[in-house]
């Protein structure tokens, strides 16, 4: 009798148990579902419930689309929270347009979830706030908007030496404590291919690696850092900081190496000596800052191939990103003003393509015949001459993301 007692026991209490485990997992699912609306006034959020979620978000959008069945299906009823990408970027002055064409095209492409942490100038925040809240149909993202900061402790010290909005993505890692590795991208930068690519490169980091750029230049005797600077430089050319991936956990936990002491210094007491010394011989800012830490600890920096931060240079002074051509150009940077006036008019049409299109599926794809016509009318001009490879790579990632069947993507 007693046995059987026992046995009734456990049973009762495995039962209760897995109910506890499914309320909890639903009280989970909730919670996620209500998003970050109870949570910091300056940030909304579009959560990425499966399903039901997204289905019930996207008639609310704005942008409506005529709901494509398979698309929901892309976040399956998982209970795991999916990986969410990092991706910051510094807005000031008349940059609102561009930063918005930006992260618009880390959103056609990309599959994680992704989490943009957006610096901007004050007046600019409504602005993003009505757009970026107006996306929030689409379930894929969820945005933090903050004011051109220093990090708390010296603010007033910082703020002395530093032109506030040139510096900022020093600080990323000072300011945003609790985000463990975090791409930044400059306002003018176009996403060709998911982020979820360039993200994937952080597990390539070997031990002592905390952070990932593109060469300034491939061909030394074009070169501005080689030719030019009065400071110590990354490799041969020095290194573009327009798209930088960080692992910011270990940015924070490196002592570096450096020209001003004889101990090693971290991230946070680095900048202020560096500046003090470097200020009058810096001509791009906060990037020579970051070439002359990575001359110093070269063990530190992963170099990813330029393909990941193509700019006009790559291609007016002929070709000089060879695994562009052979591979596609995933992120195209267009510095030094490109997508508004008419020097290098191939980058504007990808540029206005992309700000002209809206995230349905059909206005994605059509956008393609336009600006292969509007790439050929440029085919006379040094960047013109590879609109092929644009198309290619265009072609390519709208067929990976938008053509495949629902279960593939
Ligand atoms: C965005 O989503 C992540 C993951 O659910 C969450 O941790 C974060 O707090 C959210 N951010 C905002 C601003 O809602
Ligand atoms: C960043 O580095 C830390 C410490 O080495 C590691 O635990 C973490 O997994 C890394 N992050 C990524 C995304 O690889
Ligand atoms: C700054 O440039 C001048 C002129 O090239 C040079 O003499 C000086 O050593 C440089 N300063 C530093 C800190 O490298
Ligand atoms: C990591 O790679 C960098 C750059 O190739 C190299 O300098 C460094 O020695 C490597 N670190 C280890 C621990 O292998
Ligand atoms: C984008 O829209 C503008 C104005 O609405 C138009 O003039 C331009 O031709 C369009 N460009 C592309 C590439 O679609």
Same mark, same amino acid.
């Given at each position: 009798m007693r046995r059987y007692l026992r046995v009734v026991v456990l049973? *009762?209490?495995?039962?209760?148990?897995?109910?506890?485990?499914?309320?909890? #997992? *639903?009280?989970?699912s909730l919670e996620e579902g209500a998003g970050g609306g109870g949570g910091k006034p300056q940030a909304a959020a579009a959560s990425w419930l499966a399903g039901g979620g997204r289905g019930a978000g996207r008639g609310a959008g704005s942008a409506g689309p005529a709901a494509h069945p398979g698309r929901s299906d892309r976040y399956s009823l998982k209970m795991q929270p999916v990986e969410r990408v990092h991706l910051a970027v510094v807005a000031c002055g008349e940059r609102l347009e561009e930063t918005l064409t930006m992260l618009k095209s880390a959103l056609i492409f990309s599959i994680k979830p992704l989490q943009f942490h957006i610096f901007a100038e004050d007046q600019l925040h409504d602005s993003f706030k009505g757009i970026l809240n107006s996306w929030s149909f689409l379930q894929t993202?969820?945005?933090?908007?903050?004011?051109?900061?220093?990090? !708390? @402790?010296n603010a007033a010290e910082w703020k002395k030496l530093f032109k506030p909005c040139a510096s900022q993505r020093l600080f990323l890692p000072l300011i945003l404590k609790e985000v463990d590795s975090l791409l930044y991208v400059d306002t003018d930068?176009?996403?060709?291919?998911? =982020? +979820? +690519?360039? /993200? !994937?490169?952080?597990?390539?980091?070997?031990?002592?690696?905390?952070?990932? &750029?593109?060469? @300034?230049? @491939?061909?030394?005797?074009?070169?501005?850092?080689?030719?030019?600077?009065?400071?110590?430089?990354?490799?041969?050319?020095? =290194?573009? !900081?327009?798209?930088? *991936?960080?692992? &910011?956990?270990?940015?924070?936990?490196?002592?570096?190496?450096?020209?001003?002491?004889? =101990?090693?210094?971290? /991230?946070? +007491?680095?900048?202020?000596?560096?500046?003090?010394?470097?200020?009058?011989?810096?001509? /791009?800012?906060?990037q020579d800052l *970051?070439?002359?830490?990575?001359?110093?600890?070269? @063990?530190?920096?992963? =170099?990813?191939?330029? #393909? /990941?931060n193509y700019r006009p240079d790559h291609c007016i002074y002929g070709s000089n990103c060879q695994e562009a051509e052979e591979e596609g150009i995933f992120i195209l940077h267009g510095n030094r003003g490109v997508y508004h006036d008419d020097k290098q008019p191939a980058f504007r049409a990808i540029y206005e393509a992309l700000r002209n299109c809206s995230f349905e599926d059909d206005s994605i794809h059509s956008l393609l015949k336009p600006l292969e016509l509007e790439l050929q009318k440029t085919v006379h001009t040094y960047c013109g001459k590879i609109y092929k490879i644009f198309i290619k790579q265009l072609t390519k990632s709208i067929q990976d993301r938008y053509d495949r069947p629902p279960k593939e993507r």
């Open positions: 049973c *009762l209490a495995c039962g209760f148990c897995s109910l506890l485990y499914a309320f909890s #997992q *639903l009280a989970v993202f969820n945005y933090s908007l903050y004011p051109i900061t220093f990090p !708390s @402790e930068i176009l996403f060709l291919r998911p =982020v +979820d +690519d360039i /993200w !994937s490169l952080l597990k390539k980091f070997n031990s002592t690696q905390i952070a990932a &750029m593109a060469p @300034e230049h @491939e061909e030394p005797r074009i070169g501005w850092y080689n030719r030019f600077a009065r400071h110590p430089y990354y490799g041969k050319t020095g =290194v573009n !900081s327009g798209v930088m *991936l960080m692992n &910011m956990t270990r940015i924070r936990r490196k002592y570096f190496k450096n020209d001003m002491t004889s =101990v090693r210094l971290r /991230w946070g +007491d680095i900048l202020m000596p560096l500046l003090k010394k470097y200020k009058l011989n810096i001509t /791009w800012g906060d *970051l070439n002359i830490i990575f001359f110093h600890n070269p @063990e530190s920096l992963f =170099v990813f191939p330029c #393909q /990941w």
